[in-house]
Nanobody, 127 residues
Framework: VQLQAFGGGLVQSGGSLRLSCAAS????????IGWFRQAPGKEHEGVSC?????????LYADFVEGRFTISRDNDKNMVFLQMNNLKSEDTGVYYC????????????????????WGQGTQLTVSS
């Protein structure tokens, strides 16, 4: 599966933005997909993920605090991250990646990348 993230930009604190992740390849719609970010000088951290196929289960990092919503359109092989009430600490490069599931054979998702990363997109939130 190949992934490409886009939609980043410069936003004022309190603003909103939607990131998109385009997936291509065989059975791309079946993969659980996650969003990760990397702030300057910090490690990658999971932001949100969504189960593959028709599994709508989602997972959010604690710091999201209800501000973000992940969704997917399997007809278009797209995964979205709607981000509201953005804060300066949300600044970073955002990546989408295929992720694992809690247990083999189960659905849902976990913040464990399992191979495919997309090129990141930069989000800058000005205070």
């Amino acid at each position: 599966v190949q992934l490409q993230a886009f939609g980043g930009g410069l936003v004022q604190s309190g603003g909103s933005l939607r990131l998109s992740c385009a997936a291509s390849g065989s059975n791309a719609d079946l993969y659980a997909i996650g969003w990760f970010r990397q702030a300057p000088g910090k490690e990658h951290e999971g932001v949100s993920c969504i189960g593959g196929g028709n599994d709508g289960r989602t997972l959010y990092a604690d710091f999201v605090e209800g501000r973000f919503t992940i969704s997917r359109d399997n007809d278009k092989n797209m995964v979205f991250l709607q981000m509201n009430n953005l804060k300066s600490e949300d600044t970073g490069v955002y990546y989408c990646a295929t992720v694992g599931v809690p247990l083999a054979g189960t659905q849902g998702c976990i913040f464990q990348p399992d191979g495919s990363w997309g090129q990141g997109t930069q989000l800058t939130v000005s205070s």
